[in-house]
């Protein structure tokens, strides 16, 4: 579309440039920008244009455009509302949504700017914004309707306009009355109660009663008894009737209009598809409650407006309920306009290019408008971020048909392609020990173990009475957070369980089971140390890739080909994961281009192989859905805009951020429903409800209510003591509408977790909270932090049986990034430590750090330049060693920290320390007051979970 500054009105100018809400009234037929102050604040007598930007993670700028019809607006009003967001669309490139919202109808997605609710008010522009503020508070009756969000609207004060169905709020001088029909829902009631929220602080200055009213309780109630004076007293109330605005839209056929002249003439085709929509013209699809007016990208703006006219003909007919006009651009259409087309192929949007917005943006910028945002370059890709503490504890499990076998620690994390398996991780959170249990599936493994796998996890879940997560995990499609809690992971092809062994035997299939003296190739891939697989392929060229790196072996030969486009990182990768799969054996490097005859000749001879890395599904834009499961069928409503609010304890929600899914559950949901949980979610990745080409074995977590996992609350802003109430939602939502907050509970809030930095950097944050716990066997992963991470810490002490292919590995890449050997600061050298030793079995600790050894600060350098290579690791332990525990009676040695008494380290002392570390108060006691007022010793404190220190901290006033 040709774009002329003329077409342009200049309040447009620079809007939708970063994410937020703009909006316009018209006022003389122009739009008047609204302040920021007056949003959400409608009069009944005007008309508006409503801009919402979002920044999608792509770094791209959505926009969706609303204008909105008071019922008392001119029709002249009206339609240049209409016609200046089509202008406000040209402003943009041409590619926002437009929505036409009539007061009383406006869509979800509309409202979801607004939250709880807009309440419009009397007046408008051309009355002089005469309203009733200034007057006396006048007593008002409100119907609200809507579970997700509320449709408020002002009824007559009557008993006639009271009924069993709805709810209502009774707006009085000095209390807020809420009436629940008896066929209201309990969520609608929770909603409702967030209007009544609103109305008591906008109209009452957040000082007024609230009274919650049932319908059919009787007079002997006094708040009732109350209420229904208001109306003359108790009376049974009327049936419903239903009146034109209720009337439900008929069930009408889809019919497809070509726009000519501004006129909309009837396409008779059968079935609709997408061919029938041509680039040079407009469209209008009459679904009913919904009706869209299409596009074509090289239509003019003229012809644009034209087509708005002749929709809002089409609905404007006598018999005809309210709908939704709908207006899209071609490339950028809504799922919910695809879906009325029997076939639609693959989404366009991601070609079309910036060209539209971009003209645009050269038009402003002549004009000396700032640009600024309307075109966005796609951020650079970052490494996912786990969001899950990988300092836990980790159990692995077999799947043998219906028995699991656990596996010893240095073989938890090596799968087979044939077999499923089951984990059990436990960790700390910031409140309480987090679990995650999960099955993973192997490409080549049968259903009889996949039912099995999942039926023992869920078992396990229900015993732990539902506070783990569950995930369900399949080959190929694993998370983040799986590969950083196993660290290095090994996948071997074939399979060891009787039910892979029967299947390739009924189907006379080689068994392809790997063997030490078979001839196997496996990719490598990951991020570092602590994210790194090596996945068996198949031993042929073809499987060889440009970007990755390979280890090749057969019998007595171990190579390692590095591909052209591959990095030093995942080349010193394959060392390390080499020192697993050979660690006796001395390998050939071959690099791409310049290999040797012998490698080609394991591999069947020379063939073609690509070179981009193997993709992955990104993480999108969450989005949040509400669902319904009946009789195997699925039926789920968009949450627009959504907050922890939204999540109602009656329901189960899906949060779909395509490359996962999550399945919430609350928990007043019937134990039926809850143990489909995971059949709702198979069911969403079916459905595939907004077309995005959801895999069917993308990652799965269920995820209950009171017990979510960090890596689920990161989408929300979260509060752990909402998800901690008791009760319904309307009596959770009550409890805080009366009380005027959030109770507070003895639990804290949960913040969210910090962008993980490494395993060691976990343990560093932690040790630098208190030094004790460092060394907590509670915190120790005694089943290894990762055979990977034992089998090289074994390697520096034993030279002999390490890869003689692999150089020595340097100490330097066992600590986290924060911290190094010659730190100067006590707590990061004891995190150190920390993260070193905690990898290692319990009693080797005892000889590679010699108890009666202690220290100064100064010793470390010099000490470390001197020792031989061999017993580099137990020097460096050694260096760092700062006054470590000396001898076992003497565990509750102050380290050296200054002391003070209990009265100066009280929250709320007369004479408080002022430098000290707030966060530890309790580290500042000495040993022998820790043990009057804790009624423990240090290190046994240290040892409790952290929701119970800090009970007992506040208990004393040290928190």
Same mark, same amino acid.
């Given at each position: 579309?040709?774009?002329?500054?003329?077409? &342009?009105?200049?309040?447009?100018?620079?809007?939708?440039?970063?994410?937020?809400?703009?909006?316009?009234?018209?006022?003389?037929?122009?739009?008047?920008?609204?302040?920021?102050?007056?949003?959400?604040?409608?009069?009944?007598?005007?008309?508006?244009?409503?801009?919402?930007?979002?920044?999608?993670?792509?770094?791209?700028?959505?926009?969706?455009?609303?204008?909105?019809?008071?019922?008392? /607006?001119?029709?002249?009003?009206?339609?240049?509302?209409?016609?200046?967001?089509?202008?406000?669309?040209?402003?943009?490139?041409?590619?926002?949504?437009?929505?036409?919202?009539?007061?009383?109808?406006?869509?979800?997605?509309?409202?979801?700017?607004?939250?709880?609710?807009?309440?419009?008010?009397?007046?408008?522009?051309?009355?002089?914004?005469?309203?009733?503020?200034?007057?006396?508070?006048?007593?008002?009756?409100?119907?609200?309707?809507?579970?997700?969000?509320?449709?408020?609207?002002?009824?007559?004060?009557?008993?006639?306009? &009271?009924?069993?169905?709805?709810?209502?709020?009774?707006?009085?001088?000095?209390?807020?009355?809420?009436?629940?029909?008896?066929?209201?829902?309990?969520?609608?009631?929770?909603?409702?109660?967030?209007?009544?929220?609103?109305?008591?602080?906008?109209?009452?200055?957040?000082?007024?009663?609230?009274?919650?009213?049932?319908?059919?309780?009787?007079?002997?109630?006094?708040?009732?008894?109350?209420?229904?004076?208001?109306?003359?007293?108790?009376?049974?109330?009327?049936?419903?009737?239903?009146?034109?605005?209720?009337?439900? @839209?008929?069930?009408?056929?889809?019919?497809?209009?070509?726009?000519?002249?501004?006129?909309?003439?009837?396409?008779?085709?059968?079935?609709?598809?997408?061919?029938?929509?041509?680039?040079?013209?407009? $469209?209008?699809?009459?679904? *009913?409650? !919904?009706?869209?007016?299409?596009?074509?990208?090289? /239509?003019?703006?003229?012809?644009?407006?034209?087509?708005?006219?002749?929709?809002?003909?089409?609905?404007?007919?006598?018999?005809?309920?309210?709908?939704?006009?709908?207006?899209?651009?071609?490339?950028?259409?809504?799922?919910?306009?695809?879906?009325?087309?029997?076939?639609?192929?693959?989404?366009?949007?991601?070609?079309?290019?910036?060209?539209?917005?971009?003209?645009?943006?050269?038009?402003?910028?002549?004009?000396?408008?700032?640009?600024?945002?309307?075109?966005?370059?796609?951020?650079?890709?970052?490494?996912?971020?786990?969001?899950?503490?990988?300092?836990?504890?980790?159990?692995?499990?077999?799947?043998?048909?219906?028995?699991?076998?656990?596996?010893?620690?240095?073989?938890?994390?090596?799968?087979?392609?044939?077999?499923?398996?089951?984990?059990?991780?436990?960790?700390?959170?910031?409140?309480?020990?987090?679990?995650?249990?999960?099955?993973?599936?192997?490409?080549?493994?049968?259903?009889?173990?996949?039912?099995?796998?999942?039926?023992?996890?869920?078992?396990?879940?229900?015993? @732990?009475?539902?506070?783990?997560?569950?995930?369900?995990?399949?080959?190929?499609?694993?998370?983040?957070?799986?590969?950083?809690?196993?660290?290095?992971?090994?996948?071997?092809?074939?399979?060891?369980?009787?039910?892979?062994?029967?299947?390739?035997?009924?189907?006379? &299939?080689?068994?392809?089971?790997?063997?030490?003296?078979?001839?196997?190739?496996?990719?490598?891939?990951?991020?570092?140390?602590?994210? @790194?697989?090596?996945?068996?392929?198949?031993?042929?060229?073809?499987?060889?890739?440009?970007?990755?790196?390979?280890?090749?072996?057969?019998?007595?030969?171990?190579?390692?080909?590095?591909?052209?486009?591959?990095?030093?990182?995942?080349?010193?990768?394959?060392?390390?994961?080499?020192?697993?799969?050979?660690?006796?054996?001395?390998?050939?490097?071959?690099?791409?281009?310049?290999?040797?005859?012998?490698?080609?000749?394991?591999?069947?001879?020379?063939?073609?192989?690509?070179?981009?890395?193997?993709?992955?599904?990104?993480? =999108?834009?969450?989005?949040?859905?509400?669902?319904?499961?009946?009789?195997?069928?699925?039926?789920?409503?968009?949450?627009?805009?959504? =907050?922890?609010?939204?999540?109602?304890?009656?329901?189960?929600?899906?949060?779909?951020?395509?490359?996962?899914?999550?399945?919430?559950?609350?928990?007043?949901?019937?134990?039926?429903?809850?143990?489909?949980?995971?059949?709702?979610?198979?069911?969403?990745?079916?459905?595939?409800?907004?077309?995005?080409?959801?895999?069917?074995?993308?990652?799965?977590?269920?995820?209950?209510? *009171?017990?979510?996992?960090?890596?689920?609350?990161?989408?929300?802003?979260?509060?752990?003591?909402?998800?901690?109430?008791?009760?319904?939602?309307?009596?959770?939502?009550?409890?805080?509408?009366?009380?005027?907050?959030?109770?507070?509970?003895?639990?804290?809030?949960?913040?969210?977790?910090?962008?993980?930095?490494?395993?060691?950097?976990?343990?560093?944050?932690?040790?630098?909270?208190?030094?004790?716990?460092?060394?907590?066997?509670?915190?120790?992963?005694?089943?290894?932090?990762?055979?990977?991470?034992?089998?090289? %810490?074994?390697?520096?002490?034993?030279?002999?049986?390490?890869?003689?292919?692999?150089?020595?590995? @340097?100490?330097?890449?066992? $600590?986290?990034?924060?911290? /190094?050997?010659?730190?100067?600061?006590?707590?990061?050298?004891?995190?150190?430590?920390?993260?070193?030793?905690?990898?290692?079995?319990?009693?080797?600790?005892?000889?590679?750090?010699?108890?009666?050894?202690?220290?100064?600060?100064?010793?470390?350098?010099?000490?470390?330049?001197?020792?031989?290579?061999? =017993?580099?690791?137990?020097?460096?332990? !050694?260096?760092?060693?700062?006054?470590?525990?000396?001898?076992?009676?003497?565990?509750?040695?102050?380290?050296?920290?200054?002391? $003070?008494? $209990?009265?100066?380290?009280?929250?709320?002392?007369?004479?408080?320390?002022?430098?000290?570390?707030?966060?530890?108060?309790?580290?500042?006691?000495?040993?022998? !007051?820790?043990?009057?007022?804790?009624?423990?010793?240090?290190?046994?404190?240290?040892?409790?979970?952290?929701?119970?220190?800090?009970?007992?901290?506040? %208990?004393?006033?040290?928190?």
């Amino acid at each position: 579309m040709a774009v002329s500054m003329r077409d &342009l009105d200049p309040a447009f100018q620079g809007a939708g440039q970063k994410a937020g809400i703009d909006i316009w009234r018209i006022e003389n037929f122009r739009p008047v920008p609204v302040p920021k102050s007056s949003h959400g604040k409608f009069f009944t007598g005007d008309s508006y244009v409503i801009l919402n930007t979002t920044a999608l993670k792509s770094g791209a700028l959505r926009n969706d455009i609303h204008y909105w019809l008071g019922k008392d /607006t001119s029709q002249d009003e009206a339609g240049t509302a209409a016609v200046k967001t089509v202008e406000l669309d040209a402003a943009l490139g041409g590619r926002a949504v437009q929505y036409r919202e009539v007061q009383g109808h406006e869509t979800e997605k509309f409202l979801s700017y607004f939250k709880p609710c807009i309440i419009p008010q009397e007046g408008g522009v051309a009355s002089g914004f005469k309203h009733a503020e200034a007057e006396e508070h006048q007593t008002r009756l409100y119907v609200c309707r809507g579970k997700h969000v509320v449709h408020v609207k002002e009824v007559s004060f009557s008993r006639s306009s &009271l009924n069993h169905d709805d709810i209502f709020i009774l707006d009085t001088k000095s209390k807020i009355f809420q009436f629940n029909g008896s066929n209201s829902s309990i969520q609608e009631r929770a909603k409702a109660l967030e209007v009544v929220q609103y109305i008591k602080d906008t109209y009452h200055g957040g000082k007024c009663e609230i009274a919650a009213i049932e319908d059919g309780k009787l007079m002997a109630d006094a708040e009732t008894g109350e209420f229904w004076g208001f109306f003359g007293g108790f009376a049974p109330l009327p049936r419903k009737t239903a009146n034109d605005e209720d009337k439900a @839209m008929d069930a009408l056929p889809t019919r497809l209009f070509r726009v000519e002249n501004g006129k909309a003439e009837l396409v008779e085709a059968e079935p609709l598809t997408q061919e029938l929509l041509s680039t040079n013209k407009c $469209y209008i699809l009459d679904c *009913g409650a !919904e009706v869209f007016v299409w596009m074509g990208r090289n /239509t003019s703006l003229d012809e644009r407006k034209s087509a708005s006219g002749a929709t809002e003909e089409l609905v404007r007919g006598l018999d005809r309920p309210k709908s939704h006009i709908i207006r899209v651009i071609e490339g950028f259409e809504t799922v919910m306009f695809r879906s009325k087309f029997d076939s639609w192929p693959e989404s366009t949007a991601a070609a079309v290019s910036e060209d539209g917005r971009g003209k645009v943006a050269a038009l402003l910028k002549r004009q000396g408008v700032n640009v600024k945002g309307l075109l966005k370059a796609s951020p650079a890709k970052e490494e996912p971020q786990p969001y899950i503490d990988c300092t836990g504890n980790l159990q692995v499990w077999r799947v043998n048909g219906q028995e699991k076998i656990l596996l010893p620690a240095s073989d938890q994390s090596k799968f087979y392609s044939g077999d499923c398996y089951i984990f059990h991780y436990s960790y700390p959170g910031e409140d309480k020990e987090e679990y995650l249990i999960g099955t993973w599936f192997g490409k080549q493994s049968v259903e009889e173990d996949r039912s099995s796998a999942i039926s023992q996890a869920s078992k396990m879940v229900e015993s @732990m009475k539902f506070l783990p997560a569950q995930a369900r995990i399949y080959e190929g499609n694993e998370p983040i957070q799986f590969f950083l809690i196993f660290q290095s992971f090994i996948v071997f092809k074939g399979g060891l369980s009787d039910g892979y062994k029967k299947y390739i035997a009924e189907k006379e &299939l080689p068994d392809a089971t790997y063997t030490e003296d078979g001839i196997a190739l496996f990719r490598v891939q990951g991020s570092g140390p602590e994210n @790194m697989q090596a996945i068996q392929v198949e031993p042929v060229a073809s499987s060889l890739n440009s970007s990755y790196c390979y280890i090749l072996h057969r019998s007595s030969s171990v190579f390692t080909w590095s591909g052209n486009l591959a990095s030093s990182g995942d080349q010193e990768l394959v060392e390390r994961l080499l020192d697993l799969i050979k660690p006796d054996m001395q390998s050939k490097p071959q690099k791409e281009g310049s290999e040797s005859e012998l490698f080609w000749e394991l591999l069947g001879g020379k063939s073609e192989y690509p070179s981009q890395k193997i993709g992955r599904d990104a993480e =999108n834009d969450p989005h949040l859905f509400s669902c319904t499961f009946s009789k195997g069928e699925l039926k789920v409503t968009e949450v627009y805009n959504y =907050n922890q609010d939204d999540l109602m304890t009656e329901d189960i929600f899906i949060l779909d951020c395509r490359s996962e899914i999550f399945v919430w559950v609350g928990q007043q949901v019937d134990s039926k429903d809850r143990l489909q949980s995971l059949t709702i979610g198979e069911k969403f990745l079916e459905r595939d409800f907004l077309l995005e080409k959801l895999s069917r074995e993308a990652p799965i977590y269920i995820v209950m209510e *009171g017990s979510e996992p960090p890596f689920f609350i990161r989408f929300f802003s979260w509060d752990s003591a909402k998800s901690s109430m008791h009760g319904n939602s309307f009596q959770r939502k009550l409890a805080i509408v009366k009380n005027g907050g959030t109770p507070t509970l003895d639990k804290p809030k949960r913040r969210i977790p910090v962008p993980y930095g490494g395993r060691s950097a976990v343990a560093a944050e932690k040790s630098q909270r208190s030094r004790s716990v460092s060394f907590s066997p509670d915190r120790v992963r005694v089943r290894g932090r990762s055979p990977a991470f034992n089998a090289l %810490a074994a390697n520096f002490e034993s030279p002999n049986t390490r890869n003689l292919s692999t150089p020595p590995p @340097m100490v330097k890449k066992l $600590y986290p990034k924060s911290v /190094t050997p010659d730190s100067g600061k006590l707590a990061s050298r004891s995190a150190t430590i920390a993260a070193l030793t905690s990898s290692f079995e319990q009693p080797a600790r005892e000889t590679i750090i010699p108890r009666s050894l202690k220290v100064s600060p100064e010793a470390p350098k010099a000490k470390a330049e001197t020792n031989s290579k061999e =017993n580099s690791m137990s020097s460096r332990i !050694e260096a760092l060693t700062i006054q470590e525990d000396v001898k076992e009676e003497e565990a509750e040695d102050d380290e050296g920290l200054l002391t $003070y008494p $209990y009265e100066r380290l009280k929250v709320l002392s007369a004479d408080p320390v002022t430098e000290i570390d707030v966060t530890k108060r309790e580290t500042y006691l000495s040993s022998e !007051e820790f043990r009057e007022k804790f009624g423990m010793k240090k290190d046994a404190f240290y040892k409790l979970p952290k929701w119970k220190q800090n009970k007992l901290k506040m %208990a004393l006033q040290l928190f």
